[in-house]
């Protein structure tokens, strides 16, 4: 029964990395940046990738995908670069204003630029999180502050649910809000985002468990 459970909990994680709704909200950002786009890092799934690609393509934003497919030897077409290399090359040029990542650029590479990060999907692990977000507090000349949009799964909580899975629910929640605390306070719009943080929270409390 363990295991059982184990592998529908990580299939339930599974869910709130790539949930659906998230497109809706990238969609939103990307409008809402439009301006200030340049030198942004959107960080997604191998799930999300060519649907987050796509949604770039639809609001004509010239991006490039940072994946493991990009060669890490020399290469004569990049004038001796790698293609990764050279991709972070002309992000820094402002080439491309966008790099759609996954896991090879959390460690191990420098991003100095990058002014937004996009937080598409975040795993539990801490140090991951704050690899991504340390992409974009490098300080660099004419950089005097980061942009961090951290996507965050919030469950309904239907009144009709047993209360044990209210309580899942609710423990998986408690571990996304905290990955997003630890930033938020030391924002500097931390008061707004610790807000946000209670409102959610006084919100379901009315519709969890005691």
């Given amino acids: 029964e363990s295991?059982?459970?184990?592998?529908?909990?990580?299939?339930?994680?599974d869910i709130i990395k790539?949930?659906?709704?998230?497109?809706?909200?990238?969609?939103?950002?990307?409008?809402?940046?439009?301006?200030s786009l340049r030198w942004t890092i959107i960080y997604c799934s191998p799930k999300q990738i060519d649907r987050v690609m796509?949604?770039?393509?639809?609001?004509?934003i010239i991006a490039h995908r940072f994946t493991m497919e990009e060669g890490i030897n020399p290469e004569r077409k990049y004038g001796g670069l790698s293609a990764r290399e050279f991709i972070l090359?002309?992000?820094?040029?402002?080439?491309?204003?966008?790099?759609v990542a996954m896991k090879?650029?959390?460690?191990?590479?420098?991003?100095?630029?990058?002014?937004?990060?996009?937080?598409?999907a975040s795993s539990g692990n801490p140090r991951e999180y704050i690899q991504r977000i340390g992409r974009v507090i490098r300080r660099y000349p004419g950089k005097n502050e980061a942009q961090?949009?951290?996507?965050?799964?919030?469950?309904?909580l239907n009144p009709n649910l047993?209360?044990?899975?209210?309580?899942i629910e609710m423990k998986i929640?408690?571990?996304?809000?905290?990955?997003?605390?630890?930033?938020?306070?030391?924002?500097?719009?931390?008061?707004?985002?610790?807000?946000?943080?209670?409102?959610?929270?006084?919100?379901?409390?009315?519709?969890?468990?005691?």
Avoid at 18 to 35: G, M, P
Avoid at 150 to 155: G, H, K, L, M, T
């Fill in 3 to 13: 295991k059982i459970l184990e592998r529908l909990l990580f299939e339930r994680a």
């Fill in 18 to 35: 790539n949930a659906v709704e998230k497109y809706r909200v990238l969609d939103e950002l990307l409008n809402e940046l439009k301006q």
């Fill in 54 to 60: 796509e949604i770039i393509n639809e609001h004509g």
């Fill in 89 to 99: 090359q002309k992000f820094a040029e402002g080439e491309y204003d966008v790099l």
């Fill in 104 to 120: 090879c650029l959390d460690e191990g590479v420098d991003v100095p630029p990058a002014r937004t990060a996009i937080l598409m």
């Fill in 148 to 156: 961090i949009y951290d996507v965050i799964v919030i469950p309904s």
């Fill in 162 to 167: 047993p209360p044990e899975l209210k309580s």
């Fill in 173 to 210: 929640l408690e571990k996304e809000l905290r990955r997003y605390e630890e930033i938020a306070k030391i924002a500097i719009n931390n008061a707004e985002a610790l807000n946000l943080i209670d409102d959610i929270r006084t919100c379901l409390l009315y519709t969890s468990p005691s």
